[in-house]
């Protein structure tokens, strides 16, 4: 964990604040690269993930960009109403579970709303390397559109556009119509919100997996919430440990894992980021996760979501 301080809020479009964030001592900052984000420990006991927005060869700084969300579970409300200029906050980080592919030859990125975050870094990552790209932002209106000064030279060069729906997808980006050529030698990039992300999954569904790079921000996973009971108690077994675990139909397999003192990876906790990805041996698990195809599917499952589903369950572990 790390402590650093709020140098400036800044706001940038109608419910989106930036917040820069800088070394209380003046240090310079761990590096990162595009796509990356901080997990931030907001006052309350609430921890949220954030995408970098600067461009990532800046050392002096972190910036992250927050939407105030009416409903929220507490995150964005708490960073918009509760933080100020100078006071200190605790991040973890910098993690990335969606870096640029060195090996694209052209990109497609698109952003819906908030999702611009990471965007913004992939966006000036790759003008700076010289490399072909190609941004679509969709908003509401020019005033729910951030950074669009930084983005102004990329609008007039025609590498940048931007997509106004008045808040009817129909009338916005031709997704289907932008995307229906597979380029062999271009891979696409997407984050935004859930029906953005539906869109552009069903646009890129016949595209090769390999040249396809998404991240969720904000959503509540698809999975049952905690608590809630699927039937009765099953078992997960443990091939390489030796163990058998119990399951409550109340818990997901990292809950049952934990509770047996079994030490796993994890990050989100949430299905968006894969860090808890583990290979299955036997068994039908309950996938609820938003980010495994249908062929990663049936060899992994993403245990921080997932329920047992079948018993036993044997995973790889």
């Given at each position: ?19 820069e ?7 310079e ?33 972190y ?13 964005s ?55 072909p ?43 289907a ?22 869109a ?24 049952r919430?905690?608590g ?8 997960v ?23 047996s ?12 980021c ?10 039908s ?6 980010i495994?195809?249908?062929d ?22």
């Amino acid at each position: 964990m790390t402590t650093l301080r709020i140098r400036s809020i800044t706001w940038e479009a109608e419910g989106i604040r930036s917040f820069e964030l800088v070394s209380p001592e003046g240090e310079e900052l761990p590096a990162f690269d595009a796509g990356a984000h901080l997990d931030v420990q907001i006052p309350g006991g609430i921890s949220r993930r954030y995408s970098l927005c600067n461009p990532p060869w800046e050392r002096h700084r972190y910036v992250i960009a927050v939407l105030d969300v009416p409903n929220s579970r507490g995150g964005s409300r708490a960073m918009h109403r509760n933080l100020r200029a100078g006071d200190l906050i605790d991040v973890s980080g910098p993690h990335n579970f969606f870096p640029l592919a060195q090996e694209a030859e052209r990109s497609i990125l698109l952003a819906g709303g908030i999702g611009v975050t990471p965007i913004m870094a992939m966006y000036e990552q790759l003008r700076r390397d010289g490399r072909p790209v190609e941004l679509h932002y969709c908003t509401k209106s020019p005033d729910h559109t951030a950074f669009r000064t930084r983005l102004r030279d990329g609008i007039e060069a025609g590498h940048v556009s931007l997509h106004h729906d008045g808040g009817d997808p129909s009338k916005g980006l031709d997704i289907a119509k932008l995307l229906e050529n597979a380029a062999p030698s271009a891979h696409v990039y997407y984050c935004g919100p859930t029906g953005f992300m539906g869109a552009v999954r069903d646009a890129t569904s016949h595209w090769p997996q390999e040249q396809v790079h998404f991240e969720y921000f904000g959503q509540e996973p698809t999975a049952r919430p905690k608590g809630e009971s699927h039937g009765q108690e099953v078992h997960v077994v443990l091939e390489r440990l030796g163990r058998t675990i119990p399951v409550d139909p109340t818990q997901t397999i990292l809950e049952a894992l934990r509770a047996s003192d079994v030490e796993c990876e994890s990050s989100c906790e949430a299905g968006m980021c894969g860090t808890c990805k583990v290979r299955y041996l036997e068994g039908s698990p309950e996938h609820n996760d938003l980010i495994l195809s249908e062929d990663e599917r049936e060899e992994y499952v993403l245990i921080c979501c997932a329920r047992a589903g079948s018993d036993p369950l044997v995973l790889d572990l």
